[in-house]
């Protein structure tokens, strides 16, 4: 079987407004949605759920209603992948070694915070940040992603989505 996963994070609503319309063209189709934190308000889960179920965790930017209902870390099964999610993995430099520590069974770890897209494989396990869909910083523009399963051939893939 084959699952298209939509990854999403640092959305910091409502410093802005609403999550990027292109969000709903690019995630249309996916059976799940993931937020690696930073939503800052729980009304994004909601406005995402119009596209599909939500998995989130609370990043180091959220309001109490968010900090009060999701969880730092959490773990999910997606076919036969385990999908670690965290907001903050550390500094760039060991993010390999933390995710390790944090997810040791995990084929893939989904995270935020630093704005900045990452996609790579380090020893079997695919490390994956969608940027931000909302604040850019020193990016060109900002993203989001999606993670691609395959159970067959027990293979996933990441990619990054640019948003205009």
């Given at each position: ?19 990027p319309?292109?969000?709903w ?5 996916v ?7 930073d ?16 998995v989130?965790v609370q990043?180091?930017?959220e ?5 009060m ?5 959490k ?20 993010y ?10 995990a084929r893939v770890?989904?995270f935020?915070?630093s ?22 910083r ?8 999606q ?10 893939k990441g ?6």
């Open positions: 079987m084959q699952h298209r996963i939509g990854v999403i994070s640092d959305t910091h609503c409502p410093r802005f407004p609403r999550v319309e292109a969000v063209k690019h995630f249309a189709g059976e799940l949605i993931i937020h690696a934190g939503l800052s308000t729980l009304s994004v889960i909601s406005d995402l759920e119009t596209i599909a179920p939500v989130a990043g180091n930017v309001q109490e209603e968010v900090v209902t999701l969880p730092i870390k773990e999910i099964r997606v076919g036969g992948m385990r999908i670690g999610i965290v907001h903050i993995l550390g500094d760039a430099r060991s390999a070694r933390t995710a390790r520590q944090e997810f040791p069974e770890v989904i935020g915070h704005h900045n897209p990452y996609n790579q494989e380090h020893a079997g396990q695919l490390l994956f940040n969608p940027g931000s869909a909302n604040d850019r020193r990016q060109p523009a900002c993203s989001i992603g993670l691609l399963i395959d159970d067959e051939a027990q293979a996933v990619e990054l989505i640019l948003l205009p």
